[in-house]
C-alpha cells in the first residue's frame, strides 16, 4: 500500500492505494472528484523528493505528496 | 534550519539575533529582507501552512548554494494565523562582499515566493480562505493530471 | 535626514527602531543593507570623513526617487575611526511591494558606494591611510583638469 | 573672492582666490603642485551644488568645493 497526502489547502485526509507507478496512482486520483480538480497544479514529491516522471515506481509503504500552488511571506 | 514561528515572527530579536551571531565572523555585508502582513481587501490575518521536510529541503538547497559563494543564510517563516502589521517572513544573508548579498537576496526571495512548500490563507471574519489567486504552482506541477 | 554615528553603528538598535517606527504602516516589505568593517590586510579599523551638505543632497533625491514608488528610504553612516567587525553603513527600505524593495536596494546601495561624498582611510598602527585604489571618482570628476 | 574648500583626503586649508569663472579658478589651481595632483580625479561643486562646465560663473562670496574619489560604507 502506498500512503497518499495531500497538503496546505486539499484539506483531505491521506489515504491508503494500490498503485506501483505514478501513472497507476495517477489514473486512481482521477477518479476522485475532490482531488480530481487539484492534479493540474500540485507537484509531486514521493518520501519528501520531488519528482516529475509518471514512470517512478512506488514501493509499499512509499509516501506520496501532493503540493498545490504555493504562497510564503 | 529555518526557525518556524507559531504566530508572528518577533522581528527586532530575530535581526539583534541574527547581526549579534555574525557580525565578528568577518564577512563586509548583511542583508535583509521582511515581510509583513498588509491590511487589504478586509482580512485581519494571514494564515499559514508549512509542509516541513520539503521546506527544510529546499533551504538546504540555498544554503549550499550560498556557501559556495563565502555567503550564509538564514530564514524564519511563521504557521498559523499572522495578524496585520506583524510579520510571517525574514531572512537575512551574511557576505564578505556586497554584490553576492544583494544578487542572492532578490534570487533567494523570489524563488521563495515560487518553491517554498508554504500554503497562504486570507483571513476573514475568522474564516481561513486560501489565496488562491496569489499563490504559484510548484515546479514540475500538473505531473499526475498527464497521461 | 542621514543619521551620522561618532564611530559605529549600534546596529540592533538602529534596525529595531527602523522596524518599529514604520510596521505599523502598511508596508510589505522591509529591505536592510549592514556594511562592517572585514579585518583585512592589517587594519585595525576604517575611518570615513563625510560631508555632509552634499551627503543630505544626495540622500534627498534617493528618497524623493522612492517616494513615487510609495517606499520609504532610511540611511545611517559613521564618521571617524570604525574598529573590524564593527559596522559603519546601514540603511533600509519600506516598500508596499517587494519587488521595488530588492530592486532599489541594489541601485541604492551601488550609487552610494560610487556617488555619497564619503572618504574611506584605513587605519593601521594608529595611523590614517586615505583607501585610494578603492574609491571611485564621482559622476564629473576631472573638469577643472580640463581645458 | 571665491572660497574654495579641499574635501577628504586632500587634507589642504580653504584658500580665498579671484576667479570669476570655474575656468579661471582651474588655471589658478593647476598652478598649485599640491591641489594640481588631484583635479584629474575630482569632482567640483559650487555652494553646494554638483557643476559639470567649465563656464560656470562664480561670484564674490561663493565657496567651491573639490571632491576626490569616495568610498562610502
Not at chain 1, 22 to 37: C, F, G, M, S, T
Not at chain 2, 33 to 62: C, H, M, Q
Request: with cysteine; proline share 5%.
Amino acid at each position: 500500500m502506498v500512503k497518499v497526502e495531500f497538503l496546505g489547502p486539499i484539506g483531505k485526509s491521506p489515504i491508503e492505494v494500490e498503485a506501483s507507478t505514478l501513472a497507476e496512482l495517477a489514473e486512481i486520483l482521477k477518479k476522485d472528484p475532490e482531488v480530481a480538480v487539484w492534479l493540474e497544479q500540485s507537484a509531486v514529491a514521493v518520501n519528501d523528493r520531488m519528482v516529475e516522471s509518471l514512470e517512478v515506481k512506488l514501493d509499499s509503504g512509499d509516501r506520496v505528496s501532493l503540493l498545490p500552488p504555493v504562497c510564503g511571506g | 534550519m529555518v526557525l518556524v514561528y507559531d504566530g508572528p515572527i518577533d522581528v527586532e530579536s530575530l535581526l539583534s539575533r541574527w547581526y549579534t551571531a555574525e557580525h565578528n565572523s568577518n564577512y563586509g555585508a548583511m542583508v535583509t529582507f521582511v515581510g509583513t502582513v498588509r491590511e487589504e481587501n478586509g482580512i485581519e490575518a494571514l494564515s499559514f501552512d508549512i509542509y516541513r521536510p520539503l521546506l527544510e529541503k529546499w533551504f538546504k538547497g540555498w544554503k549550499d548554494r550560498l556557501e559556495k559563494e563565502g555567503a550564509l543564510l538564514a530564514m524564519a517563516h511563521s504557521e498559523g494565523d499572522v495578524p496585520v502589521h506583524t510579520s510571517s517572513f525574514a531572512c537575512a544573508i551574511f557576505s564578505p562582499k556586497r554584490r553576492v548579498a544583494l544578487e542572492m537576496l532578490d534570487a533567494f526571495v523570489e524563488d521563495f515566493k515560487a518553491n517554498a512548500p508554504i500554503w497562504k490563507y486570507d483571513v476573514i471574519d475568522g474564516k481561513r480562505i486560501y489565496a488562491a489567486e496569489r499563490s504559484t504552482p510548484m515546479a514540475g506541477s500538473g505531473l499526475l493530471a498527464k497521461g
